[in-house]
C-alpha cells in the first residue's frame, strides 16, 4: 500500500463500521435503472422517446445479469466466503438484487401497458393484439406466416430422441403444451419452437389493413396465432413464450493462452450457451411449464421473472425508427464545428491544431474533426506514421477504413485493439484481421490489463523534422456513440503531452519499464496514486484554512480507497461535489462522515460519459479529463490515462460547460441521499435549468427547431 492511501486511511477516525460506509454495486446499479424508467414515465419527454427508454431498461438489465447477477452466482456456486466492501455476502447482495430487480420490471410493464400503448395509440401507433384483430388483419397476418415465417421455423418435439434443445441467450423461443399423438405415435406433450433471429420482432402492416397510420404487431403474436400450424392433427393446450439469460462472461486464461485472437475466436460462440442466470416468461404460462423450465436451466424461482407483455422489449427499440413522427422524437439538432468556419474548410487540420489546442464537446459538437484528424493523416504526405488505441469503434467505423488506407498507403500504422472489449470482441477481431491484411501492425496490449484509454498520435515531417499531433478523450472511437453520448476530447501538438502518449505507446507495444510521465496519469501505475495525492493537497488547504473543493464527474464511483479518502477531506471541510451517472458506493451527507459531500446523478437525453475532475487547489484549478472512472478495474486492472487541460482558456471551457450546468441542472438531475436513494430535483417553470437542453442551445451549429 503506497504512504498515502495509508495517511488517508488513518485519518478515518469516524465511528461508523468501514461496512457501513459504503453502498453495494449492484443494488447501485439497479438504483440507476430506476433513474432511466423515471425518463420513461416522465410526460415532459417524447412519447416516442418514453419507448426507448423503456427499451433501454430492457438493455441495461440483460447486460446487468449476463455480467454482474453472474458474477454473485458464481460465487454463491463455489461457495466464496468473500465480502464487498458494502460488507455483504454475495448470497446476501443476490436476494437483495433479486427483489429490486423484480420490483422494477414489474414497475416498467405496468408503465408499457398503461401508460405508452395507450399514448401511443391516441397518436394512431398502434400494436394490435390478437384478440382485436378484424377479419382483414387476420388474413394478412395468416399471410404473412404462410410466406415468411413458416419456412424458417423449426419445431423441437421433446422425447427421449429429442431432448430439450439448447436454447441461444436472450433468443425469443416458445413452449408448447401439446395434446394427442403424433404420426409416428408419441405424446411427449410438449414442444420447443425459436424465433427466427433474422426477424424484426414487431412487423408493421399495410395501412389499408390496419386501419391506422401505423399498425404494428408483435411477431410473437403471429406464432401464438399459428402455432398449431407446425403440429398437424394435435391439439395445442397452451403456447408461452420464454426467454433465457445467459453468463456472457468469456472464461479465457490469458496467463496460458499463446494467441488471445484465436483464443477469443473459439470462446466467443460459447457465449450464448453459458450458464443461465434468469428465466423471462409471459404472465400466461402455466406453473407447470414454469417450473418445467426452470428445471431445464437449472434456476430457481427466485431466477422467475414473469411478465405482462413480450419478453424481449429491447427489441422494441427499432420501432421509433419506423415511425415518421417527428414532433414524438426530440429534435434534431446538427453538432457544431467549433473550428471549422466555411471559409477554414479548406485548411489542412494540423495547421488548425498548431495555431492552439483544440477542445471538442460531443455531441453539442461534431466528431468529425477528430474523423479528418485520422482521414487527413492518411492522404497527407507529410504523414509518416499513425498509432491509435480502439477499444469500441463498431463494425462499420470510417475511422477504422482511414487507419486501413494509411496502412494501403505505405504510412507506419500501429494500432492497440483490445479485443476483450465486452460484447465488441467479434467487430475487433474483424477490424484486426482487415489491418494486418493491409500491413498495419497491430497489437493486442498487455494481458491482464485491457487497453482502455482513448488516445491517437500522428507522426508530421515539417520542415525536416519529425513533429507530433495528439486526440485525447474520454469516450470512445465511435461517430455513432459520439452523437448520444457526451464527451470530451482534446487535439494537441503540445510537445510534452505528446511525448507522454508516444511513451505509453511504448509500454503498450514493446517490452520496458514505465517511464515518468510528465502530464499524463496513468493506470496502472500513477492514476490511483495521483487522485489521492491531490485529495490531500485539498485537505491540507483545508487545514491551513485555505478555500478547498473538489468537483468530479464521472459513470461510476466504487473504489474503497478513494471512497475513505474523499471522506477524510469532507470531514477536513472541503466542500465536495460528485456527478456521478450510475453506480455510487459512496455515502454522501452522513454526519461526522460525509456531510460535506454531494452526489447527484444527471439522467436525459443523452448518456452522460464524460469523466472530469476538478481540484480547487488553493484558487489556481486543476483540471483533468480521463478514460477512467474511479472504480478498481479502471486504476489497477486497465491502461488508462488522465490527461491535464493545459490551456486556461479551454480549462475554463471545462469547468463552464462540463461541470457547472450538471451543478446547477433542475430539471434531470436526482440528488442522492446516505442510503442511497434519490430524489429527482424539481423547480418552478420559471427557474428551470436543464443542461442538456442549455449546451445544444449554446454549442450546436443549428438551431434545433429549423432541421427539416
Not at 421473472?305 to 414532433?327: A, C, M, Y
Not at 497491430?442 to 498520435?457: D, E, F, L, P, R
Request: charged share 25%; aromatic share 8%.
Amino acid at each position: 500500500m503506497a504512504d498515502n492511501e495509508s495517511s488517508l486511511i488513518a485519518t478515518n477516525k469516524s465511528d461508523i463500521p468501514i461496512s457501513k460506509q459504503f453502498l453495494n454495486r449492484e443494488l447501485s446499479q439497479i438504483e440507476f435503472n430506476r433513474r432511466v424508467l423515471a425518463q420513461a414515465e416522465n410526460e415532459q419527454v417524447p412519447l416516442l422517446e418514453r419507448l426507448r427508454f423503456i427499451c433501454i431498461v430492457s438493455n441495461n438489465f440483460d447486460e446487468f445479469f449476463e455480467v454482474r447477477v453472474a458474477g454473485l452466482k458464481e460465487q454463491i456456486k463455489l461457495d466464496s466466503p468473500g465480502f464487498g466492501p458494502d460488507g455483504m455476502a454475495p448470497s446476501q447482495a443476490f436476494n437483495l438484487v433479486s427483489e429490486r430487480a423484480h420490483q422494477v420490471v414489474a414497475r416498467q410493464y405496468h408503465l408499457f401497458n398503461n401508460s405508452i400503448l395507450p399514448a401511443l395509440a391516441k397518436q394512431g401507433i398502434q400494436f394490435l393484439r390478437r384478440n382485436t384483430w378484424n377479419d382483414a388483419q387476420r388474413e394478412w397476418i395468416k399471410s404473412f406466416f404462410f410466406r415468411e415465417l413458416m419456412p424458417m421455423l423449426t419445431p423441437i418435439g421433446l422425447d427421449p430422441s429429442h431432448p430439450f434443445p439448447r436454447v441461444l441467450n436472450k433468443s425469443l423461443n416458445f413452449a408448447v403444451e401439446l395434446e394427442g399423438k403424433d404420426a409416428f405415435g408419441r405424446n411427449s406433450g410438449i414442444a420447443i419452437v425459436q424465433a427466427p433471429r433474422i426477424l424484426p420482432r414487431v412487423i408493421r402492416l399495410p395501412q389499408e389493413v390496419s386501419k391506422d397510420p401505423y399498425g404494428f404487431v408483435f411477431l410473437s403474436s403471429i406464432i401464438h396465432a399459428h402455432v398449431g400450424e407446425l403440429f398437424t392433427g394435435m391439439h395445442v393446450v397452451g403456447c408461452y413464450q420464454f426467454r433465457v439469460t445467459r453468463n456472457s462472461n468469456l472464461f479465457v486464461d490469458e496467463e496460458e493462452i499463446k494467441n488471445l485472437r484465436i483464443a477469443l475466436q473459439g470462446e466467443l460462440p460459447q457465449r450464448h450457451l453459458g450458464d443461465a442466470v434468469r428465466l423471462e416468461v409471459a404472465d400466461n404460462c402455466s406453473q407447470h411449464m414454469a417450473e418445467f423450465l426452470l428445471e431445464q436451466f437449472s434456476l430457481k424461482d427466485v431466477d422467475l421473472f414473469q411478465v405482462n407483455g413480450p419478453v424481449n422489449l429491447v427489441r422494441l427499440i427499432q420501432v421509433s425508427d419506423l415511425i415518421d413522427r417527428p414532433e414524438l422524437k426530440f429534435p434534431k439538432f446538427i453538432p457544431g464545428l467549433p473550428f471549422l468556419s466555411q471559409k477554414k474548410k479548406a485548411n489542412n487540420i494540423f495547421q488548425v491544431i498548431r495555431k492552439g489546442d483544440i477542445l471538442l464537446h460531443h455531441p453539442y459538437q461534431s466528431f468529425q474533426p477528430v474523423i479528418e484528424f485520422i482521414q487527413q493523416a492518411s492522404i497527407d504526405p507529410d504523414v509518416v506514421a499513425v498509432k491509435q488505441t480502439v477499444y469500441r469503434a463498431g463494425s462499420d467505423s470510417t475511422l477504422m477504413e482511414a487507419l486501413i488506407a494509411a496502412a494501403s498507403m505505405g504510412k507506419e500504422v500501429t494500432v492497440v485493439v483490445e479485443l476483450l472489449a465486452r460484447f465488441d470482441e467479434e467487430a475487433n477481431i474483424n477490424w484486426a484481421g482487415r489491418l494486418e491484411e493491409v500491413g498495419a501492425h497491430v497489437v493486442y496490449g498487455i494481458v491482464g490489463h485491457k487497453t482502455h484509454c482513448k488516445m491517437a498520435i500522428v507522426v508530421r515531417r515539417e520542415a525536416g523534422q519529425l513533429k507530433r499531433y495528439a486526440h485525447l478523450g474520454t469516450g470512445n472511437y465511435h461517430p455513432g456513440t459520439a452523437r448520444l453520448y457526451t464527451d470530451f476530447g482534446l487535439l494537441t501538438c503540445h510537445e510534452e503531452i505528446c511525448a507522454d502518449v508516444n511513451e505509453v505507446f511504448l509500454q503498450l507495444t514493446g517490452l520496458g519499464k514505465a517511464s515518468k510521465l510528465k502530464h499524463l496519469w496513468q493506470s496502472p501505475f500513477s492514476l490511483h496514486n495521483q487522485i489521492l495525492n491531490s485529495i490531500q493537497q485539498e485537505i491540507e488547504h483545508a487545514n491551513k484554512g485555505k478555500p478547498a473543493a473538489i468537483i468530479s464527474k464521472m459513470n461510476a464511483l466504487l473504489e474503497p480507497v478513494v471512497i475513505q479518502a474523499l471522506y477524510a477531506a469532507s470531514r477536513a471541510g472541503v466542500k465536495i461535489n460528485l456527478i456521478v451517472r450510475g453506480a455510487c458506493a459512496l455515502r454522501p451527507g452522513v454526519p461526522g462522515l460525509s456531510e460535506n459531500i454531494r452526489v447527484r446523478s444527471i439522467i436525459g437525453r443523452f448518456l452522460e460519459h464524460s469523466r472530469i475532475f476538478y481540484f480547487h487547489n488553493n484558487n489556481h484549478p486543476n483540471v483533468y479529463l480521463a478514460s477512467a472512472d474511479w472504480m478498481d478495474r479502471n486504476f489497477f486492472r486497465r491502461v488508462e490515462v488522465c490527461f491535464p487541460v493545459l490551456d486556461s482558456r479551454l480549462k475554463k471551457r471545462i469547468i463552464t460547460e462540463g461541470l457547472k450546468p450538471y451543478l446547477r441542472d433542475n430539471i434531470q438531475a436526482w440528488e442522492m441521499n446516505s442510503e442511497g436513494d434519490y430524489k429527482h430535483k424539481s423547480a418552478r417553470r420559471s427557474r428551470r435549468y436543464c443542461a442538456q437542453e442549455d449546451l445544444l442551445a449554446k454549442l450546436a451549429a443549428v438551431k434545433q427547431d429549423s432541421i427539416e
